[in-house]
């Protein structure tokens, strides 16, 4: 198969340790400051090397005022790697007793909170035999219209998928398409893929009164064609997993990005192992790795469902600008009151964030947030059509797009293009078999002003 063989032998653009090196690299520039911040980030995570590197820095002066106490818990609890035991030897010896007496009780609470032994119970994702029963309110689907293979693919030969998520809402109706993955990356599968989950009808119990999140593959497969890897590709996906058990962090994580694709159900490679090796990865600062993570967390994916644990790593991702992980923080924070918001923004602040670092979902539903305030500048209604034009670029005017862009061209003062706009939704959605009460309010906003 083309798909597969150019996924197995794609040259991912990662460094599996992006933050350690950076804070290498300061470091090396003598950037103290920030290479200190950044190497005590990941000593929190449990990190072996920048806690020993946190260690240095305290023992030296270097970013920080000098404290051998803190110099020594550091190093003690990071001493079992390699040769680090030296440097709590070095420091030992420069403690008078009393100060030893306090350097070992502060060891003893940074061995509870950051050893490595530890974060993985306090952050990782923790394994259990049977999936948690789920609390969502049931759903089901009642009508699932078949995408169309795009003429240009099919006559190129071209095979792919579609991971999307999007949300389903009260009366059955779907919206908020958000493309995890699209392979490949031309956007002709994904608009195959929208076009169709966009008249999916869903059948819902009475205790569902918020937007519920749906995650579907639509897979693009010529007939006849075998989901069978060749012997090379084989011989390529053994070397990884050979690689990855060894301790390859950049092989982990190349792992987990192919079995969040397709290698979920060949089963060589089980669902635990590789949120550990996830784990791994985001130990070493990588946001995407963090962002995967929570998301596995927070739903309980091969691991017990921690929703807090989960939010937490995705906003970890989100305050360094994952887009991906941005937009979910948007999600998880909207729809679930009951977990801690420990970044202190409101939703809306992340769905901002996303929508300027280019996520196409993110800047439709925030220039819904512009066309909703009470009072709009013409910089904000500039910002909303520019959001809008890119998104039905990328994608094409769906039904969404039309409601939120009637409700703009409303603001705009232009009722002719606001009044057309909401007809065309009002159209599309009774075609779709929406409920169509919220479109008609809109339309009666609009004529009355």
């Known amino acids: 198969m083309k798909i597969l063989f150019l996924i197995l032998t794609l040259v991912l653009a990662f460094n599996s340790q992006a933050d350690f090196i950076s804070a ?33 820095m305290l023992l030296k002066g270097q970013g920080v005022k000098a404290n051998l106490i803190k110099a020594y818990a550091w190093s003690k609890i990071s001493d079992s790697f390699g040769n680090y035991a030296s440097l709590t030897h070095a420091i030992t010896k420069q403690l008078s007793p009393e100060q030893l007496i306090k350097a070992n009780k502060l060891t003893d609470r940074y061995f509870d909170l950051y050893a490595q032994i530890n974060s993985k119970v306090l952050l990782g994702p923790i394994s259990e035999k049977a999936k948690s029963k789920s609390t969502r309110p049931l759903f089901k689907i009642t009508y699932r219209e078949a995408p169309k293979y795009p003429r240009k693919m099919a006559l190129k030969g071209i095979q792919g998928w579609v991971d999307i998520l999007f949300n389903v809402y009260p009366d059955g109706s779907v919206k908020d398409f958000h493309i995890i993955n699209e392979i490949p990356s031309e956007g002709l599968f994904a608009k195959s893929a929208i076009k169709s989950i966009e008249h999916y009808r869903f059948s819902l119990s009475d205790d569902m009164h918020e937007p519920i999140s749906v995650t579907t593959r639509i897979n ?87 929703k807090q644990k989960g939010l937490d790593w995705i906003m970890r991702a989100a305050q360094i600008g994952n887009a991906d992980a941005e937009y979910m923080a948007y999600q998880m924070l909207s729809s679930n009151k009951d977990i801690i918001n420990q970044s202190n923004q409101k939703p809306e602040y992340w769905l901002h964030q996303a929508a300027k670092n280019g996520l196409n979902i993110a800047q439709i539903k925030f220039a819904g947030v512009i066309a909703n305030l009470p009072n709009t500048t013409p910089q904000q209604l500039a910002i909303a059509e520019l959001y809008l034009d890119a998104y039905q670029k990328k994608f ?32 599309l959605a009774k075609k779709a078999k929406w409920n169509l009460s919220e479109l008609e309010q809109q339309k009666e906003l609009i004529q009355s002003s």
């Open 24 to 56: 290498q690299k300061n470091y090396y520039d003598k950037n103290y400051d920030d290479a200190f911040k950044e190497f005590m980030v990941l000593a929190k995570f449990g990190n072996i090397k920048s806690q020993h590197n946190v260690a240095v």
């Open 396 to 427: 094409y005017k769906t039904i969404q797009w039309y409601q939120i862009n009637a409700m703009v061209q409303n603001k705009l003062k232009k009722p002719a293009k606001a009044l057309k706009s909401i007809k065309t939704a009002i159209k």
């Open 220 to 306: 693009f497969k010529m007939f006849g064609d075998s989901n069978e890897l060749s012997k090379k590709q084989q011989k390529h996906l053994d070397g990884l997993i050979s690689r990855a058990k060894k301790g390859d962090l950049e092989a982990q994580y190349s792992y987990a990005i192919l079995f969040d694709t397709f290698l979920e159900k060949k089963g060589e490679i089980s669902g635990k192992q590789v949120n550990q090796w996830l784990f791994n990865v985001a130990q070493n600062g990588v946001t995407d790795a963090q962002y995967r993570l929570g998301k596995n967390i927070y739903f309980g994916e091969a691991c017990k469902v921690e």
